[in-house]
């Protein structure tokens, strides 16, 4: 069975399941297992491969509208070089420090393929779901979308250090805690615009019309398709939430990142400008 | 370098690393990768390898002394079989609620050799670290150690669903609670007896004498050697912990498992019968 049926199936088991992260008391946690061959394009340092697991564990916390508490990791590799490995965990805690949380250690695996598993925590007493969204409010993103499309262009190119800096992302941690008093919705955009949309919809029971020339894209991305890309790449952290419309300047001036309404929250189906938009996922190197 | 020494350098990076699980605040947190090729032996079920991974976490979380609130997973394969990514995660719920905490669901990673990383999550505020041992103390252990390589001769001898059974160990998490007012250090017996005294001797520097004759045996361990098997094959996922001799009676008449004195904790040098014994640890099929 395809990946989404099969998180249907996880999900029909584990009451729980079916968030950005799982909610224990006042503690949300979230696991998540990166690879070589799907997630660290070649030239991606370990430095960055921390970075950006342990980073992609905080965006989960964050689209929860938790504070990041902490963070561990497994670092699975076929040998364990001091320089890779010191990297990586170098990545790993210059990545909680930029949030404000711990990273406080984790555990080793000797793997045939270059596999990182992560956790993060965070607090809140309120998490955000995705399940709150009301047809009548706004939907808006933090930031811009399509900085790791644009890190695989630099990749492609041969820009490794330029690429390496594009795919260390800042998770959205302050931003998720300032959104929380005002978001009735929230994800990140890690599957891409497009699908965290159909998700939001489906969790809410609510639809989306989305205008493409608000969709802020990263400056960075070029060349052609650049909205398509940006909406259906992913792999992008930002955040996507729902609030009433008359919430949105209050909501701005609490951010630190730009803070864009792309569209309305409708009774049902996800249009971008006027047009079905489909439910399309994270698709490497499109 | 080897994973010792990699530990070490990850040790020497992070302030908080170097204990069975990480403590923030009053929460511990613990992650940990297996894969096929060294954790699931050929007739290792689905059910078994969640049941497996997610207790192996819930272990180490009972080696802090915490109660265990919850666990998380990633499922990790080449394709999602429906009969076994819901037989992990039936195996990953059913030893959660066999120790009173939640299971909430995680991720899934499409990769080539089946992988699977887990998080346990527990609450105390007076965690039971490996470093508060003293000479004079005395060392015990729960249950009985050589259980899971009986499971792997059990695989070998094609009995496989008892090696599975044998395979679905019981976490401490009960034991470790109510050890903790009693311990002055504890561990999991994950890498075998002989690992945890020297990793328990080296973070309280102090030294052990054990007695052969007082280490419990798993009975379904046959064959020869079952001394030096029971205290170096490791995976079992009992305690070990030290503790003042005049409160092992209390500890004892307060468990529901097993609890045997194994030998004195000293000033330095592990010994068994009197002879060094040699920091060996897991060691699979030996």
């Known amino acids: 069975m395809d990946e989404r ?17 799982a909610v224990l008391g006042g503690t949300v946690v979230t696991i998540d297992m990166l690879h070589e061959t799907t997630d660290f394009p070649a030239g991606t340092t370990r430095y960055t491969a921390g970075w950006r697991a342990v980073g992609a564990s905080l965006s989960d916390v964050a689209a929860m509208g938790a504070a990041a508490t902490g963070a561990v990791g497994v670092y699975g590799a076929p040998s364990f070089e001091p320089d890779d490995l010191e990297g990586f ?33 965070g607090e ?16 808006a993103v ?22 390496n800096e594009l795919f260390r992302f800042t998770p959205r941690v302050r931003a998720g805690v300032s959104l929380r008093e005002h ?22 029971d609510v639809g989306f019309d989305v205008e493409g020339a608000a969709v ?6 070029r060349g052609k398709g650049r909205l398509a890309r940006a909406t259906t790449f992913g792999e992008d ?6 609030l009433p419309a008359d ?25 971008l400008d006027g047009e079905a938009l489909a439910d399309r996922g994270y698709t490497h190197g499109e």
Chains 1, 2 share one sequence.
Not at 5 to 21: F, K, R, S, T, Y
């Open 183 to 204: 978001a009735s919705a929230m994800m990140d955009s890690s599957d891409g615009l497009a699908r965290s949309l159909h998700q939001l919809a489906e969790a809410s």
């Open 247 to 271: 919430a949105v300047a209050a909501a701005k001036a609490a951010l630190d990142v730009p803070f864009t309404v792309v569209g309305d929250v409708t009774e049902s189906g996800v249009r």
């Open 89 to 121: 965990v170098r990545g790993a805690l210059d990545v909680c420090e930029h949030v404000g949380a711990e990273y406080v250690g984790g555990d080793l695996d000797g793997h045939d393929e270059f596999t990182v598993a992560t956790t993060a925590l």
């Open 142 to 163: 933090t930031g811009a979308l399509g900085r790791s499309a644009a890190a695989l262009d630099a990749f492609d190119a041969g820009e490794t250090e330029r690429a």
């Open 237 to 242: 952290f930002e955040l996507v939430c729902t």
């Open 5 to 21: 049926a099969a998180l249907g199936l996880v999900g029909d088991l584990v009451d729980a399941a079916g968030d950005d992260a």
């Open 124 to 139: 809140t007493d309120a998490p955000v779901s995705r399940d709150g969204a009301s047809a009548g409010e706004v939907v």
């Open 216 to 221: 802020p894209i990263y400056d960075a991305l």
